[in-house]
């Protein structure tokens, strides 16, 4: 099975296939040919994960079928972390709270000094699209907020994000225990299940 991932991003193309089953060959968008940004202009997770599927299946559909081999569907994914003390926030804005990674990191820890609860979740929607049907399923990892950043692994938010259950960020677990137990690994297992691999 042959999908394409509407992602240029290294980190989580090399996180979503080291979680694919075998047999299902991931592309990027780099491998098809698409270059563009696409613009994420939803207010939720699902609207922004849905634009991106829809813009890449759009653009396929105007590709020469030499030019882009078969493909039997396009998925995009859209994550945010949501802290419960601020409301929810980032949510949607979470890749661009405060401009770049170390900048994001930072805001949360500045937003939640001297705040009792730490409390939030990683959630992300897939929206899966193959011929005419669209299916989005969801993965939802619930945890805390550390004090401070600790670890150099994974990207984003990892150095400050405790997964319920350890004591360690995901910036310090090593990437197989974060694949196996991520908010996009769960994501994952949902769309596989789709997928009836």
Not at 61 to 84: C, K, M, N, R, V
Not at 91 to 120: D, F, I
């Amino acid at each position: 099975m042959k999908l394409v991932f509407a992602s240029n991003n290294a980190h989580k193309l090399a996180e979503v296939r080291a979680i694919m089953p075998v047999g299902i060959d991931v592309l990027c968008l780099h491998d098809i040919g698409f270059e563009q940004e696409i613009e994420e202009t939803g207010e939720t997770l699902e609207e922004n994960s849905s634009i991106k599927a829809r813009t890449v299946a759009e653009f396929i559909s105007h590709q020469s079928p030499i030019a882009i081999p078969q493909i039997d569907g396009i998925f995009a994914d859209d994550t945010g972390l949501e802290i419960d003390a601020l409301g929810g926030a980032p949510g949607v804005y979470t890749a661009r709270w405060a401009g770049e990674p170390a900048a994001n990191r930072a805001k949360a820890l500045r937003e939640l000094a001297g705040k009792a609860n730490r409390r939030c979740q990683f959630r992300t929607v897939i929206t899966l699209i193959r011929g005419k049907e669209t299916t989005q399923v969801e993965g939802i990892v619930r945890g805390s907020i550390a004090t401070e950043e600790y670890g150099k692994g994974g990207f984003g938010y990892d150095p400050i994000f405790i997964p319920e259950g350890y004591n360690k960020t995901f910036g310090e677990l090593p990437a197989e225990i974060k694949n196996a137990i991520s908010h996009r690994a769960r994501a994952l297992a949902e769309l596989v299940k789709v997928l009836n691999c």
